[in-house]
T-cell receptor, first 109, second 117 residues
Framework: GEDVEQSLFLSVREGDSSVINCTYTDSSSTYLYWYKQEPGAGLQLLTYIFSNMDMKQDQRLTVLLNKKDKHLSLRIADTQTGDSAIYFCAVSGNTPLVFGKGTRLSVIA | DTGVSQDPRHKITKRGQNVTFRCDPI?????LYWYRQTLGQGPEFLTY????????KSRLLSDRFSAERPKGSFSTLEIQRTEQGDSAMYLC???????????????FGEGSWLTVV
């Protein structure tokens, strides 16, 4: 089945850019998502990208997709303390959404 | 419409009791998913519905778990004879399948926390 891998922790200084990486195994994945989860809360959809795209930009967020390497990244520009949360990569194709374990982003003021 | 709604948000129950969670999806969303999330893990898929039809239930964790969506709108997830290992957050999500590109934006609720003591 599909497997989604993410690094578990990332620490950045306020104002710097954050880059969160994700790799997946199923080449038939058609939609790839980034969700944000704050403590005790549900999942907030940040952005998604269709597999026929290689980049999508939405305000401070930039998603890059390398289909050949099955690699997805989320770049957050000008990272703020309010961006501190867990970020989940998730992919769907022939199966319902499969999630990684999440990357905990810590922003240092 | 304010999004996917789940109830209750928190439930503490004694081992062996039955619990039921309710999910109200975004209006007109025809697809509804249930996920489970334990501490330090990503959400784990359990089951999903297209309208009232349950399309996948083999991932339900045991026969103590069941889900329904009788009229194709709200859904319930029931856990019978709860065990301590069932303690987790149960997440519901919905989407409108069939309309690209918006048809694949999947929205989650705030989750229902279950603690089995």
């Amino acid at each position: 089945g599909e497997d989604v891998e993410q690094s578990l922790f990332l620490s950045v200084r306020e104002g710097d850019s954050s880059v969160i990486n994700c790799t997946y195994t199923d080449s038939s994945s058609t939609y790839l998502y980034w969700y944000k989860q704050e403590p005790g809360a549900g999942l907030q959809l940040l952005t998604y990208i269709f597999s026929n795209m290689d980049m999508k930009q939405d305000q401070r967020l930039t998603v890059l997709l390398n289909k050949k390497d099955k690699h997805l990244s989320l770049r957050i520009a000008d990272t703020q303390t309010g961006d501190s949360a867990i970020y989940f990569c998730a992919v769907s194709g022939n199966t319902p959404l499969v999630f990684g374990k999440g990357t905990r982003l810590s922003v240092i003021a | 419409d304010t999004g996917v709604s789940q109830d209750p948000r928190h439930k503490i129950t004694k081992r062996g009791q039955n619990v039921t969670f309710r999910c109200d999806p975004i209006s007109e969303h025809n697809r509804l998913y249930w996920y489970r999330q334990t501490l330090g893990q990503g959400p784990e898929f359990l089951t999903y519905f297209q309208n009232e039809a349950q399309l996948e239930k083999s991932r339900l964790l045991s026969d103590r778990f069941s889900a329904e969506r009788p009229k194709g709108s709200f859904s319930t997830l029931e856990i019978q004879r709860t065990e301590q290992g069932d303690s987790a957050m149960y997440l519901c999500a919905s989407t409108l399948k069939g309309q690209v590109p918006s048809g694949n934006t999947i929205y989650f609720g705030e989750g229902s926390w279950l603690t089995v003591v």
